[in-house]
């Protein structure tokens, strides 16, 4: 079983940038797919971004692309989600998650096996 805790949230202005983090624990950190998902208030939860357990294949939703970098860090068994040049449409909870089908690039929701809580970002106009 894999523990996920998401930080790094909070309120920034449009054009800003934050810095998600995901703290994993549990099961080895290079055996499973891990993902960013994103819901607002009222809409479901969405794909934002996708990483392969080695980290040599990412995959983005075409609104984040160019803008977002998803991460990650073995030594510190933690993923990341770079935010830049940021909207208000980004604003959401943000929540990483974990798949560990051996098959990579997992986009949606049900294909993933463990969730974080979830940590707010807003973003003001």
């Known amino acids: 079983q894999v523990q996920l805790v998401e930080s790094g949230g909070g309120l920034v202005q449009a054009g800003g940038s934050l810095r998600l983090s995901c703290s994993a624990s549990?099961?080895?950190?290079?055996?499973?797919?891990m993902g960013w998902f994103r819901q607002a208030p009222g809409k479901e939860r969405e794909f934002v971004a996708t990483?392969?357990?080695?980290?040599?294949?990412?995959v983005y939703a075409d609104s984040e692309k160019g803008r977002f970098t998803i991460s990650r860090d073995y030594a510190k068994n933690t993923l990341y989600l770079q935010m830049n040049s940021l909207k208000p449409e980004d604003t959401a909870v943000y929540y990483c998650?974990?798949?560990?089908?051996?098959?990579?690039?997992?986009?949606?929701?049900?294909?993933?096996?463990?969730w974080g809580q979830g940590t707010q970002v807003t973003v003001s106009s």
């Open positions: 549990g099961r080895i950190f290079g055996s499973y797919t």
């Open positions: 998650a974990a798949d560990f089908d051996p098959i990579p690039n997992s986009t949606k929701n049900y294909e993933y096996d463990t």
């Open positions: 990483i392969s357990w080695s980290g040599g294949s990412t």
